[in-house]
């Protein structure tokens, strides 16, 4: 799901070595030819540079350990035992982090699998929802799409269309749809998830700014008239809410003014005024 104004997180990182530069060139080096003098014995050749020392980040040496030890307790289970799901969420997500995609999804599968078979329903919606964005990052939008929509099914279904996590998951397949093309079947989930965060969470929460973003750009992108104008209106209100909770100078307050400066040109040039 598109956040604003949070550090994704990031999260992702590879195990990867650093290595520290050789030692610059100078007397006794490679290339450096010492004047001789008489009598004096000739200079030993030149010594080789040592080998650079390679290191490993502590977050990243942390991170592998992790995965490791995830890997461990996962093994020691015997097959079908409760909660085996739960830790192989758990590796996906590490493995995901230290992007080792494959490896994650491989994982998030025979987690959803699990979760199936074991009709552990909290499990099973985790499980489709990180499958679904694992497979959305990687560029893979048509294999997304069903666990995504399977995931609001199931979710409106045991928690409502109010419910908080519905809601998420709406915005998710919506995200997923605008990335589709199929903007025309994104807008009215955009505009659900915005309407019912505007009731549930108030007008000033972060989740609901994102709806104001996140449809504002679908609006912007599908590029009719009358869709621009009601981008600009929603423009306008993602800054001045921006404004008064987070104050003037906030990444999210500056984000929205630009957007809603940009969609007001157009909109003006669309009218002849400029």
């Known amino acids: 799901m598109y956040r604003l104004g949070r550090s994704k997180a990031p999260s992702q990182h590879s195990v990867h070595v650093s290595m520290s530069p050789p030692t610059q060139g100078g007397p006794g080096t490679a290339g450096f030819q010492a004047p001789l003098k008489q009598n004096s014995l000739p200079p030993p050749p030149p010594l080789e540079a040592a080998a650079p020392e390679m290191s490993v980040p502590p977050a ?33 997500e590490l493995q995901r982090e230290a992007k080792q995609i494959d490896e994650a999804r491989v ?35 048509d ?26 998951s709406i915005n998710n397949l919506a995200s997923l749809l605008k990335a589709c093309g199929a903007l025309d079947a994104a807008a009215p989930l955009f505009a659900e998830a915005l309407e019912v965060r505007r009731q549930v969470l108030g007008h000033g929460h972060l989740d609901t700014l994102t709806s104001i973003n996140n449809l504002a750009s679908l609006l912007r992108a599908r590029d009719q008239q009358n869709d621009l104008q009601a981008a600009e209106r929603l423009l306008a209100e993602g800054v001045g809410t921006s404004r008064r909770m987070l104050g003037e100078g906030h990444t999210t307050t500056r984000y929205f003014a630009a957007n809603y400066k940009s969609v007001g040109v ?4 669309r009218r002849g005024e400029l």
């Open 60 to 92: 990243d040496r942390t991170l592998a350990m992790a995965i490791g030890e995830k890997q461990v307790e996962i093994s020691q289970l015997p097959g079908g035992s409760p909660g085996t799901a739960a830790l192989l969420l758990e590796l996906g």
């Open 107 to 141: 994982c998030f599968e025979q987690a959803l699998t699990a979760s199936r078979e074991a009709h552990e329903q909290p499990s099973t919606l985790i499980a489709l929802n990180s499958l679904g964005l694992l497979l959305r990052e990687a560029g893979r939008l």
């Open 266 to 269: 157009t909109n003006r040039n």
């Open 143 to 168: 294999q997304a799409r069903p666990l995504l929509e399977e995931a609001v099914e199931t979710r409106r279904a045991g928690q409502g269309d109010r419910h908080p996590e519905t809601l998420t």
